[in-house]
Structures are given as C-alpha cells and as structure tokens.
C-alpha cells in the first residue's frame, strides 16, 4: 500500500487539493438534466474484490422542477480513482 502511495502520489491529510468527478445525467421521466459530483477524497467507500480495492459512490439525484423521480448513480472506481464502472436508475447518463 505504501508503494502504491508514493507511486501515484498519495497526498497528505492537509492537502488542500479537491479531487471531484463530475457527471451529468438525464431524468427518464421528464428530460431533465441533472448535474452532480462525486467527491472523491470523502464520498467513497471502500470494497475488496479479490486482492483489489474498489471504491463504490452511490447518490440519489432529484431535478429542481416538479418531477419527482429519483434518479440513482453508482460509481465504481479502482483504487487510483480511475472511473472503472458506472450504473444509474431512472434516468441516463449523458456526456
Ligand atoms: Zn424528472
């Protein structure tokens, strides 16, 4: 793990640095285009698959109109932060 660290550059705790991945997804219901983000240093929680670590973030999103479907995203990424997997629920991603 430490290898990994400095391999990829682990910062420190007091780093300032923001780490957000940002996406866009479309509400199946009434078109909507809904923005969000995933914070990548405080939204993910850890899973092991075999020896890897995997992160999962899972949101609910609601559009600001008076649509009130949910739309559910779960991300999936490997323990570099590279995006590895993606589902979403009442809506689509779009990019
Ligand atoms: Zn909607």
Do not use: A, H, W
């Not at 990994?4 to 996406?23: A, C, D, E, I, M």
């Not at 559009?63 to 490997?78: A, I, L, T």
């Amino acid at each position: 793990m430490s290898f990994l660290k400095k391999l990829f550059g682990g910062s420190p705790s007091t780093s300032p640095q923001k780490n957000y991945y940002v996406f866009s997804v479309k509400c199946r219901r009434c078109g909507e285009v809904i923005e969000g983000r995933v914070d990548l240093n405080n939204d993910l929680s850890v899973e092991y698959e075999d020896d890897n670590e995997v992160y999962y973030s899972r949101k609910t999103l609601m559009g600001s109109g008076k649509c009130f479907q949910r739309v559910e995203v779960e991300f999936k990424f490997s323990s570099t932060r590279t995006l590895i997997d993606q589902q979403v629920s009442g809506g689509e991603f779009i990019s």
